[in-house]
């Protein structure tokens, strides 16, 4: 499909994909006029109008893109040039922005469209798309309060915000005691707890006890998580993925766990961590918090962590604080601001019930370049203690506008309208006999699958039948997909069922479109079942 026909002119002309022809000169050190051009205040502001206006026109036009891109591999490489230009093109940004628009867009797929399902979001707004813009500008490095003082301290204010906003525990705020931070990503986010975790339980039981380590999650935890445990050094096999079940909504059982843990006791090894998620990626299923913590009390010194990379955006509405009950006994928690609270990419905030730990584990040494005669004697954060990284984004900021702006009671009514058009679908999938819900629906995710044929008529598949309607479903997904202008959904496969995924969750969205996407999928289906007679 071709690109919005009305975007923004800019600078009129064809689009040039890279340099234009050079002559052969010598090296030159850059004039000064030059040099000082790179950050001049009247050129930003020139070219910073085409860029708002491209944005701008972006969104307008976003839902004359497909979802996802029809393209193959290698497509964007063979439309540029194998070098970089060696000296810039006649108004190069303006041509370069043709190429965003006529090459790039394309080609990717529009996470911001009304018609992305397939994914839990990746949520804009134009206050966290500005305060991206406005921290990029400013452009500070706060990995110490030295650094950037106001940087650091507005940090620290807004993850008490949020977390209050969050309705989290006082013992995860720094004014309970505990702390939070601002990372990029929740693998980044289990990565640091797992570390603190580890150095605390081998300063405990000696570091050559690295190998008995075990560290516990459910068959639907993100594979972030072991990943993680890999990077800390934990080997393979003493990570327990527990299997769940249909019968408990796919959550960690804590008899299950319990059992596990008592094992690897029995044979000498050391229960270290244990990752629950509140609402996972396949299915949005809910780990029982608290029940999960008496089991880990019983080995003293268990780290307890809650992903809620995306449903604790859920949180701001008083209505899911119940997902979380028992988190006062919790060790650190993580959830993705980017995903459903209007933060724009990246944003994940973190909170731990003991930040010394992290410290212990991820400090160092002040370097005498890094200290800071006015933090002498004060009990600072450096927030390169905290996370694995010294160079890190002024991300707070952006937080800290969207609170302002939006405030409180916007992000629950942001929420609450992708809750209630998830319920809207979830009612349209089981008011058509031919579908099923498979897995209840919690926040914005409806998981369901078209019956097949001997189920409509009450008769037991049986393993062989599950397999033909697990093809059923991934035949339908795919037309569904294929459709022009049509939603882009995702599948799960959980406990041998093949399901479709509609995760509502787009700033952009509207009722309209998860009507249009529900017509999409029964249309598929018609056609689908009438072909196989």
């Known amino acids: 499909m071709a690109p919005p026909s009305h975007c923004h002119t800019i600078n009129g002309g064809a689009p040039r994909n890279g340099a234009i022809p050079a002559v052969e000169t010598t090296t030159s050190t850059p004039a000064a006029s030059d040099t000082a051009l790179l950050l001049d205040a009247d050129e930003f502001r020139r070219l910073g109008h085409q860029v708002v206006d491209f944005i701008a026109d972006y969104y307008a036009g976003l839902g004359d893109y497909p979802v996802h891109p029809s393209v193959t591999p290698g497509f964007l490489r063979r439309h540029l040039p194998a070098d970089a230009p060696s000296r810039p093109e006649p108004e190069a940004f303006a041509a370069a922005l043709r190429d965003v628009r006529d090459l790039i867009l394309p080609g990717v797929t529009h996470w911001q469209s009304p018609r992305h399902f397939a994914h839990f979001p990746a949520s804009s707004s134009t206050v966290g798309a500005l305060g991206e813009a406005l921290a990029a500008g400013i452009n500070v490095v706060p990995f110490t309060w030295a650094a950037s003082p106001a940087a650091t301290e507005l940090e620290m204010v807004v ?17 309970g005691g505990g702390g939070g931070t601002i990372l990029g990503t929740s693998c980044e986010a289990i990565l640091c707890a797992l570390v603190a975790a580890r150095d605390r339980k081998l300063a405990e039981i000696g570091a050559r006890r690295i190998g008995d380590l075990v560290v516990y999650c459910s068959d639907q935890t993100h594979f972030a998580f072991r990943k993680a445990a890999r990077i800390a050094g934990i080997p393979r096999e003493h990570c327990r993925e527990i299997p769940t079940c249909r019968d408990d909504v796919f959550a960690l059982s804590p008899t299950a766990l319990h059992a596990a843990m008592q094992a690897d006791v029995d044979a000498g090894l050391v229960p270290l961590f244990l990752c629950a998620t509140v609402g996972t990626t396949q299915t949005t299923a809910v780990d029982p918090v608290r029940e999960l913590c008496a089991v880990a009390a019983r080995h003293g010194g268990m780290w307890v962590h809650v992903d809620a990379a995306y449903a604790g955006s859920a949180l701001v509405c008083p209505e899911f604080r119940d997902v979380i009950a028992g988190a006062e006994a919790v060790d650190s928690l993580s959830m993705n601001a980017h995903k459903w609270l209007l933060a724009n990419n990246d944003c994940c905030a973190v909170w731990v019930a003991a930040p010394s730990a992290l410290v212990a584990a991820l400090g160092t040494e002040q370097e005498y370049i890094l200290r800071d005669a006015a933090a002498e004697g004060h009990d600072v954060v450096d927030y390169k203690d905290w996370g694995t990284t010294l160079t890190r984004r002024f991300r707070a900021l952006k937080v800290w506008l969207v609170l302002r702006c939006y405030g409180v009671e916007g992000l629950r009514s942001h929420v609450r309208s992708h809750v ?69 959904m995702s599948s799960a496969m959980v406990g041998g069922v093949y399901m479709l995924r509609c995760a509502i969750g787009s700033t952009l969205t509207e009722e309209r479109h998860v009507r249009e996407a529900w017509k999409v999928v029964q249309e598929r289906a018609t056609s689908i079942l009438r072909k196989r007679g």
Do not use: I, T
């Open 420 to 488: 209630a058009m998830a319920a809207a679908f979830e009612a349209m999938v089981r008011g058509d006999a031919r579908f099923e819900v498979v897995a209840p629906r919690r926040f914005a995710l409806v998981c369901f699958r078209l019956r097949s044929p001997p189920e409509r008529l009450g008769v037991g598949v049986g393993v062989g039948g599950e397999k033909a309607a697990n093809e059923l479903n991934r035949r339908l997904l795919e037309e569904v997909n294929a459709a022009s202008s049509g939603p882009y």
């Open 159 to 175: 993850v008490d915000w949020l977390g209050r906003a969050l309705h989290l525990p006082e013992s995860l705020l720094f004014a």
